[in-house]
């Protein structure tokens, strides 16, 4: 959607190895969100963010962490990552009484 | 704990007939109530939310949802579906707008 970006796209990455996932909004909004989806899952919250350097855990947050250093990016980080963190992942801006939701990052975990 | 229950994984539908999707929620007082669409491969896009007054709320694509406080449930209608309609459909609610839990989803397949 436009004012959103995920990258990137897809990954494949190798057991054990970090990861950073970057979204990206060009519209100075406040709350940022990340998500995972999984079949049988629907979308389960991750992180997400209410200023710069202001983040807070959401239920399925073990294994992540996050950063926001700028108001624009909103970083998710696998620090060692696992073939339970297989996912297809979600970020999303709060923008006006709704979520606005990225293109998604397909990652691989091998 | 606030739950989201999408009862229906998979829906099958002719073209031209009536779709219903089912959600209902778990919650101490009325959430914020949303319907969202994605489609194969693609993101998540909003169809209609729900925060307060009118039970019978009108979303974009032909879509509607009532709210029924009696039934904790807020459930998606569409008259006639499109071959276009055919996507996976997540209900989410929560308290305010800061924190969404999202429900399972349900997959529809539109038949010609």
């Known amino acids: 959607d436009a004012g959103i970006t995920q990258s990137p796209r897809h990954k494949v990455t190798e057991t054990g190895t970090p990861v950073t996932l970057r979204c990206h909004q060009t519209?100075?909004?406040?709350?940022m969100y990340w998500y995972r989806q999984d079949p049988g899952h629907g979308l389960r919250l991750i992180h997400y963010s209410y200023g710069v350097k202001d983040t807070d855990k959401g239920e399925v947050s073990d294994g992540y962490s996050v950063s926001r250093s700028k108001t624009e990016d909103f970083l998710l980080t696998l620090e060692s990552a696992t073939s339970s963190q297989t996912s297809v992942y979600f970020c999303?801006?709060?923008?006006?009484?709704?979520?606005?939701f990225g293109s998604g990052t397909r990652l691989t975990v091998v | 704990a606030q739950s989201v229950t999408q009862p229906d994984i998979h829906i099958t539908v002719s073209e031209g007939a009536s779709l219903e999707l089912r959600c209902n929620y778990s919650y101490g007082a009325t959430p914020y109530l949303f319907w969202y669409v994605q489609s194969p491969g693609q993101g998540l896009q909003l169809l209609l939310k729900?925060?307060?007054?009118?039970?019978l709320v009108q979303g974009i694509k032909g879509f509607e949802a009532e709210f029924k406080r009696s039934q904790s449930s807020f459930n998606l209608r569409k008259p006639s579906v499109h071959w276009s309609d055919a996507a996976e459909y997540f209900c989410?609610?929560?308290?305010?707008?800061?924190?969404?839990?999202f429900g399972a989803g349900t997959t529809v397949t539109v038949r010609a």
């Open positions: 999303a801006i709060l923008r006006g009484y709704g979520y606005t």
């Open positions: 729900y925060f307060s007054g009118d039970t």
């Open positions: 989410a609610v929560g308290f305010g707008l800061y924190k969404l839990s």
């Open positions: 519209e100075n909004h406040r709350y």
